[in-house]
């Protein structure tokens, strides 16, 4: 019998299925790993690169599961390892989530000024796949969205999504840049989308 052996991708998504095994997206009964998955498809309409693209599946297991960047490395390599690590939020676990949401996107922006283009490959895609939920509950229940999240204030928000924009303008040609921007000025206004 003749196996075929499991791509980098193809083991990273396997992992991400398991770790957040049971997880759903905030608000929603959504199944959390639509978002991963979301997001290295994002991620595969700027890059094939599979290391990218595992990274990009596998972003959220360190953040938001008990698997750690070692477990990562292990499994998956340094550079894989390195990627998670470079889109993996500390949450500062020792205050309440909604003191420390300004101290943690601010990092976040900071971060994001001087990363190399394999990290921001991956923002984009975070990035985008978060926006486009956002809008669509936007849709159906207003800015009524907010009241889930730990930052209850839409311009908050805005100006976190905005500043992500500004740092990711060398993917400006990019199909999932030019709809991040759009969904930015749809959800927040124009101005923050220029």
């Known amino acids: 019998m003749n196996t075929v052996e499991e791509s980098t991708f193809e083991r990273a998504i396997r992992f991400a299925l398991n770790a957040h095994h049971g997880m ?31 990274a990009a599946v596998l972003h959220d297991v360190v953040e938001d599961t008990p698997y750690t960047i070692d477990d990562i490395r292990e499994n998956f390599g340094d550079r894989v390892a390195s990627l998670v690590s470079s889109d993996t939020e500390d949450k500062m676990e020792s205050l309440p989530p909604e003191e420390t949401w300004l101290a943690r996107k601010t990092a976040s922006i ?39 999240f730990h930052e209850k204030r839409k311009e908050m928000h805005a100006w976190y999504y905005s500043s ?17 921007k759009r969904l930015v000025a749809e959800v927040f206004g124009e101005e923050y989308a220029e």
Not at 126 to 146: A, E, F, Y
């Open 110 to 148: 900071e971060h994001l000024k001087n990363a190399p283009r394999d990290e921001k490959i991956i923002i984009l895609g975070d990035k985008l796949s978060n926006i486009r939920s956002c809008r669509q509950q936007q849709l159906v229940i207003g800015d009524k969205l907010w009241e889930k």
């Open 24 to 54: 759903v997206r905030k608000g929603s009964d959504t199944p959390y790993i639509t978002h991963p998955l979301e997001v290295a498809t994002i991620a595969g309409t700027v890059t094939s690169d599979e290391e990218i693209l595992a």
């Open 164 to 180: 992500i924009l500004h740092n990711l303008s060398e993917f400006k040609d990019e199909f999932a840049y030019i709809e991040y």
